[in-house]
């Protein structure tokens, strides 16, 4: 049998290389941060992590994990409720919660699990979920596993969510569900605006901050903090793997009542292991340190502002943003790929986005801005898309 599905699969690949939509990876040989060297010795400028506060090869991180290694050992062999709860993790979740400005937190493996495994367990075919259409593929996953009434917006257009909203109203519960930032467009979802039209008609509203927590907001506490609206959503889902420090981990964040029932319930966390000590543990240090300071905050958004700026005076075609995502435009699937392989010649390390990831037409080159940035590094970076975007007739 594998002889034909063999032959099917190699048709399909053979096409994706084609279209010039083959996806390659590049070997990284160095820790994650600002400059990287690759398997081939090359060293290049990252613009393309999410390594949004430039932690994730932080010393006092790293220092929290060695010292989680020596007192709590590498791993946890369990799930949470079998015997894979530390303290460590109790710590982590309560620190969680203060950030957010919530009643209590669950940890998950990762953010993919944290927004798979909250629907489900708290939501029936009597219910309804009303998802922007911009959602990330784990929020749509989701709400695919729940047998809630699915409602669809068109991205952050609240007359849209506003007639989505009256639809539901047969219902017996709604919920609201958006990301807090767009990942491919930088876009900052209306959260004001969304939770008074939750008010209006009788719905919960859920975020996930991935791309916002630790990025949007005077003190990075994300949207609920750029908008005034700290505690007063119910949901809140987010990683640890992105501006948190970039190692892996999730959680959701919210009312203590849904949080305990999804202890209960929540699939992905009974059925997976625990964080290990060394993540978790330097976790905690990351929230430490994001109380104490926001001088990482300041510097990213300065950065952003920059890089903003300068590309834009340049000529590039930029979408709005408020976050640390800078949408480069080219509409071309194959331009993306092409412009993103002399980008690297010029040794800045970006990744061209084209169908299915964006909608088709929408290919672009996304960079991310990072504390870890300098502005020597921002300004080799504008001059290198400067030149390539010349030489193909971009700009």
Same mark, same amino acid.
């Not at 220092?63 to 709860?85: D, K, P, Y």
């Not at 530390?86 to 400005?101: P, R, S």
């Not at 901050?209 to 700290?230: K, M, Q």
């Not at 990351?286 to 502002?305: R, Y």
């Given at each position: 049998? /594998?002889?034909? !599905?063999?032959e099917h699969?190699?048709?399909?690949?053979?096409?994706?290389?084609?279209?010039?939509?083959?996806?390659?990876?590049?070997?990284?040989?160095?820790?994650?941060?600002?400059?990287? =060297?690759?398997?081939?010795?090359?060293?290049?400028?990252?613009?393309?992590?999410?390594?949004?506060l430039?932690?994730?090869?932080? %010393?006092?991180?790293?220092?929290?994990?060695?010292?989680?290694?020596?007192?709590?050992?590498?791993g946890?062999?369990?799930?949470?409720?079998?015997?894979?709860?530390?303290?460590?993790?109790? =710590?982590?979740?309560?620190?969680?919660?203060? &950030?957010?400005? =919530?009643?209590d937190?669950?940890? /998950?493996?990762?953010?993919f699990?944290?927004?798979?495994?909250v629907?489900?367990?708290?939501?029936?075919?009597?219910? #309804?979920? +009303?998802?922007?259409s911009?959602?990330?593929?784990?929020?749509?996953?989701?709400?695919?596993?729940?047998?809630?009434?699915? /409602?669809?917006? #068109?991205?952050?257009?609240?007359?849209?969510?506003?007639?989505?909203?009256?639809? @539901?109203?047969?219902?017996r519960?709604?919920?609201?569900?958006?990301?807090?930032v767009?990942?491919?467009?930088?876009?900052?979802?209306?959260?004001?605006? +969304?939770?008074?039209?939750?008010?209006?008609?009788? @719905?919960?509203?859920?975020? $996930?901050?991935?791309?916002?927590?630790?990025?949007?907001?005077?003190?990075?506490?994300?949207?609920t903090?750029? &908008?005034?609206?700290?505690?007063?959503?119910?949901?809140?889902?987010?990683?640890?793997?992105?501006?948190?420090?970039?190692?892996?981990?999730?959680?959701?964040?919210?009312?203590?009542?849904? +949080?305990?029932?999804?202890?209960?319930?929540?699939?992905? /966390?009974?059925?997976?292991?625990?964080?290990?000590?060394?993540?978790?543990?330097?976790?905690?240090?990351?929230?430490?340190?994001? $109380?104490?300071?926001?001088?990482?905050?300041?510097?990213?958004?300065?950065?952003?502002?920059?890089?903003?700026?300068?590309?834009t005076?340049?000529?590039?075609?930029?979408?709005? =943003?408020k976050?640390?995502?800078?949408?480069?435009? *080219?509409y071309?699937?194959? *331009?993306?790929?092409?412009?993103?392989?002399?980008? !690297?010649?010029?040794?800045?390390?970006?990744?061209?986005?084209?169908? %299915?990831?964006?909608?088709?037409?929408? #290919?672009?080159?996304?960079?991310?801005?990072?504390?870890?940035h300098?502005?020597?590094?921002?300004?080799? @970076?504008?001059?290198?898309?400067?030149?390539?975007?010349?030489? !193909?007739?971009?700009?």
């Amino acid at each position: 049998m /594998y002889g034909k !599905l063999k032959e099917h699969l190699q048709k399909e690949l053979n096409e994706i290389q084609e279209a010039g939509l083959y996806k390659s990876e590049r070997i990284i040989a160095s820790p994650q941060k600002a400059e990287i =060297t690759l398997n081939t010795g090359q060293k290049v400028l990252n613009f393309c992590a999410n390594n949004y506060l430039g932690l994730s090869d932080h %010393p006092k991180l790293k220092e929290a994990a060695h010292e989680a290694l020596n007192s709590h050992g590498f791993g946890m062999s369990s799930v949470r409720f079998i015997c894979g709860t530390q303290d460590l993790h109790k =710590t982590l979740e309560a620190k969680i919660a203060n &950030f957010f400005g =919530t009643e209590d937190t669950i940890l /998950y493996a990762a953010a993919f699990d944290a927004n798979g495994g909250v629907f489900e367990p708290l939501f029936s075919e009597e219910d #309804a979920i +009303i998802s922007d259409s911009l959602n990330h593929a784990s929020i749509i996953d989701g709400v695919r596993l729940c047998k809630a009434k699915r /409602y669809r917006y #068109a991205n952050a257009d609240m007359g849209d969510l506003e007639k989505q909203l009256q639809l @539901a109203q047969e219902q017996r519960f709604r919920i609201i569900v958006t990301d807090g930032v767009f990942s491919m467009d930088g876009n900052v979802a209306p959260m004001d605006k +969304i939770n008074e039209l939750a008010k209006k008609y009788d @719905a919960l509203v859920m975020v $996930d901050e991935c791309h916002s927590a630790g990025v949007v907001g005077e003190t990075g506490r994300g949207v609920t903090e750029l &908008f005034n609206i700290r505690g007063e959503v119910d949901i809140i889902t987010g990683t640890l793997g992105k501006a948190f420090g970039g190692a892996i981990g999730g959680f959701t964040t919210g009312r203590k009542e849904i +949080i305990e029932l999804l202890r209960q319930r929540s699939r992905p /966390y009974l059925f997976s292991n625990s964080l290990p000590p060394v993540v978790v543990n330097a976790g905690i240090k990351m929230f430490d340190m994001m $109380d104490q300071t926001n001088e990482l905050q300041d510097k990213l958004h300065a950065n952003t502002a920059y890089f903003m700026e300068k590309m834009t005076a340049a000529g590039f075609d930029i979408k709005p =943003t408020k976050s640390a995502i800078c949408a480069v435009m *080219l509409y071309d699937a194959p *331009l993306s790929q092409k412009m993103a392989a002399m980008l !690297l010649e010029e040794g800045i390390y970006v990744i061209g986005f084209y169908y %299915p990831v964006v909608p088709k037409g929408q #290919a672009r080159i996304r960079v991310q801005l990072s504390a870890g940035h300098e502005t020597e590094h921002l300004d080799k @970076a504008i001059a290198a898309f400067t030149k390539v975007g010349k030489a !193909l007739k971009v700009i």
